[in-house]
């Protein structure tokens, strides 16, 4: 645990998880180690914005969160994970939106000056 922190501590991410998954190999599932491994794949996704990585974090809070139901730390970390989550998905769905009714209405303003010539 000790050394998955400190390479954790370091910034050195991938070698934190490895060693947080040998652990795990080791038969030793904690809810602090799921929480932990959950924090490392959020630094993943603020590094590298791939949202598989977020994913990942929902689904190792909810294991600690699952171990202990009373572990506080995992249950918010949880919550802020998917509420950027979903928030971000929104943010993307809106503008999404935003770019089709606006494309749609130069079509229509095109159409329009066509009608007038």
Do not use: C, H, W
């Not at 932990?36 to 794949?41: A, D, K, L, P, R």
């Not at 939106?97 to 009608?115: G, Y």
Request: net charge positive; proline share 2%; aromatic share 10%.
């Amino acid at each position: 645990m000790k050394e998955a922190t400190r390479f954790f501590n370091t910034g050195n991410y991938q070698q934190s998880l490895r060693t947080y998954e040998k652990i795990l190999k080791a038969g030793v599932p904690s809810a602090s180690i799921y929480n932990n491994i959950g924090v490392i794949y959020v630094k993943l996704f603020e590094k590298n914005r791939d949202e598989n990585y977020l994913r990942r974090a929902i689904s190792f809070f909810t294991l600690a969160t699952v171990i202990d139901p009373e572990y506080k730390i995992a249950e918010k970390n949880l919550n802020e994970v998917l509420d950027s989550y979903l928030n971000e998905k929104v943010e993307k769905e809106t503008a999404s939106r935003v770019k089709l009714v606006i494309k749609e209405m130069r079509k229509e303003q095109n159409l329009e000056r066509k009608e007038e010539l």
